[in-house]
């Protein structure tokens, strides 16, 4: 009895240590540029659980608690967007019961957010689901649906998940609603009137961008795929013309604090040219 | 004074056989491949038997037998092509090799993995000048021969189509005695290689807004297009004042069209449509296997937006105009280990 509790104690002291240690580190990071988006696609879960000989399906719970760790550090430094891949389009054509297993692990994972204890309600994250909704089955959609009202009032970070998302569908389906969009102006200003209106409809960058799924947060300044594939996977193409690319071969619940240090090191080291490059073309 | 200026600058361009004796040329490269290169750089007139001693060592055509290459060689000096003409362009004329058969992959590649389109970003043309104290307009040039000794590598390979990003629209806010030097190599450049991608069999197409551009450029580049068009070997597609969102735009609005013309419903607007009208429809495969940028940026900088989506993406640190065969057989075997897998 005693002794668990000179255990428990010292566990604490080291931990408090620990993050104290972190923090120190943080704050020397600051002294240079922060990003402030940060995206990440979510690649290696199943090699992980093969790696590791973990069940099926274990990965991506593994994936899972890297991404709560990440996400915390990610706060603590100050990035105020993360914008993680969670489930692509494409990944609707895995084996059904795999897809099930990850629908049924999201809808877990999104109740387990909205808890009182949970890292949302500790930093005060506002939760965004981007994509095409509409693909997902009901009692997922219904608790994204909740979660992004539940946290609507929070304004000092902000998460994105991605989920039944690829960029290509995302530009199709902005434009198709600014086509929608300019119709409906143009009849509304035809109203009454029975002539032919002559008036091209005129479609123009900001239109295709106010209608994005991920118009709610600027572009990323660093996207990170992990597990050392170098490609976008469909993800955030529009939003990451000018993001710096980053493919660490560690597989994502392998992913750790050195990793962001690295990162962000890496940003750092670019980001006078962005900058510059950002306030010419504005 | 800007025309006074840009006199000088050309003229303080050296010649391309220029080396500067304080600087040690291509840093980055072996010594074997510098003297390879160096053969391609130097101009002269061979008689036909030095024809046989100079074919580069390190040529792509070793595991073709010794006979079959020397009366190949023999075969461009006989048939009306001088061949001292093509070796004073610094190679032999890839179209005298017939049909793929003759094309024989290096050890270590295989034929399937071959990417059918490539595309480049060819950064580091004005950093590869400065580090040598050459004016920018001799980096620019180095940058154009690195890419004509890409589309002889693209024709030897197999590879069908090739997309260059040879000018964003961003970078019409570079200095503008820059932006004329870069002009005036486009069209030089034109006019020299015309002949060469004719005898090629390269097909050439141009992607992006070319409204901006001088109007004896535009009328060149629309006679080079009408002159390659029925070309097979290869597709060369040249991206000039391009921009990836500007080109996804520009897709949105003829659709908007269509649908302001009755042809389509804007609930019909999917991601075929908008794919249909993107600079890349000029070609049957629209979408790049393998992105190539060079001088060690890790960005896409809005190039082909919608069809990088399962391009696997390639970085070397290598600079443009010193991307060579080595570098890009680099590319090619780390493509080859990639495993694809579309999203599944």
Redesign the interface.
């Known amino acids: 009895m005693e002794s668990s509790r000179s255990n428990n104690i010292v566990v604490k002291v080291f931990g408090s240590s620990v993050s104290y240690m972190r923090r120190w580190l943080f704050r020397a990071l600051s002294v240079g540029a922060i990003p402030r988006h940060v995206a990440f696609i979510l690649d290696g879960n199943r090699r992980y659980a093969r790696k590791w000989n973990l069940g099926e399906g274990m990965g991506h719970r593994a994936g899972f608690l890297s991404l709560m760790t990440l996400m915390k550090y990610c706060y603590e430094l100050g990035v105020k967007y993360v914008t993680i891949y969670a489930f692509?389009?494409?990944?609707f054509?895995?084996k059904p019961e795999e897809v099930q297993y990850v629908m049924d692990l999201m809808l877990e994972k999104i109740e387990g957010l909205l808890k009182e204890e949970s890292i949302v309600n500790q930093y005060g994250v506002r939760v965004e689901f981007v994509g095409n909704l509409k693909l997902l089955s009901d009692p997922v959609r219904l608790a994204a649906e909740r979660a992004m009202e539940l946290t609507a009032k929070n304004s000092r970070a902000i998460l994105l998940i991605a989920v039944a998302y690829?960029?290509?569908?995302e530009?199709?389906h902005?434009?198709?609603q600014?086509?929608?969009d300019?119709?409906q102006t143009r009849s509304g200003f035809c109203f009454g009137f029975a002539k032919a209106d002559d008036d091209?409809?005129?479609?123009?960058?900001g239109d295709?961008e106010s209608h994005m799924y991920m118009g709610v947060a600027p572009d990323p300044d660093i996207l990170v795929r992990t597990s050392g594939?170098?490609?976008?996977?469909?993800f955030l193409?529009?939003q990451?013309?000018?993001?710096?690319?980053?493919s660490p071969r560690a597989l994502w619940p392998e992913m750790g604090l050195r990793h962001l240090v690295w990162i962000v090191l890496n940003f750092q080291r670019?980001q006078p040219y962005l900058e510059r490059?950002r306030k010419?073309?504005s | 004074m800007d025309q006074l200026k840009l006199i000088k600058l050309q003229k303080s361009v050296p010649p391309s056989n220029f080396r500067n004796p304080k600087l040690p040329p291509f840093q980055n490269q072996p010594r074997r491949q510098r003297m390879a290169s160096l053969q391609l750089r130097l101009s002269f007139t061979p008689s036909p038997l030095k024809l046989r001693q100079q074919v580069p060592r390190r040529s792509l055509d070793l595991k073709l037998p010794p006979r079959a290459l020397s009366s190949a060689i023999k075969a461009a000096t006989v048939n009306g092509h001088p061949g001292e003409d093509a070796l004073l362009k610094g190679t032999t004329a890839p179209a005298q090799f017939s049909g793929e058969d003759s094309v024989a992959l290096p050890a270590g590649l295989r034929r399937e993995s071959i990417p059918r389109h490539v595309a480049v970003i060819m950064d580091g043309n004005r950093r590869w000048a400065r580090m040598r104290g050459f004016p920018v307009g001799s980096g620019y040039e180095a940058g154009v021969r690195a890419l004509r000794r890409m589309v002889e590598l693209c024709c030897k390979l197999g590879i069908k189509v090739l997309t260059v990003f040879a000018f964003s629209s961003d970078n019409w806010f570079r200095p503008k005695v820059e932006v004329d030097v870069l002009m005036a190599l486009f069209d030089r450049g034109l006019r020299e290689e015309l002949q060469y991608l004719v005898s090629a069999d390269v097909r050439i197409s141009i992607m992006g807004d070319s409204s901006k551009l001088f109007n004896s450029l535009q009328a060149l580049l629309a006679n080079a297009m009408e002159t390659t068009q029925n070309n097979s070997r290869l597709h060369l597609i040249v991206a000039v004042n391009y921009s990836g969102r500007s080109d996804v735009v520009q897709a949105c609005q003829k659709l908007a069209v269509e649908v302001k013309d009755g042809l389509i419903e804007p609930e019909d607007i999917n991601e075929f449509l908008v794919e249909r009208e993107l600079g890349t429809n000029c070609t049957d495969f629209p979408h790049p296997d393998l992105l190539i940028r060079t001088s060690g940026e890790l960005r896409v900088s809005n190039f082909l937006l919608w069809q990088l989506a399962h391009t696997e993406l390639y970085f070397t640190d290598s600079l443009w105009p010193d991307f060579g065969e080595d570098e890009f057989l680099q590319a090619l075997s780390s493509f080859q280990e990639r495993q694809r897998r579309y999203g599944c």
Not at chain 1, 200 to 205: F, G
């Open positions: 692509s389009i494409d990944n054509k895995r690829t960029s290509t569908d530009i199709a902005a434009a198709q600014s086509c929608l300019k119709i091209a409809i005129t479609i123009r960058l295709v594939e170098t490609r976008l996977s469909n193409l529009w990451t013309s000018n993001s710096l690319l980053y670019v490059r010419l073309l």
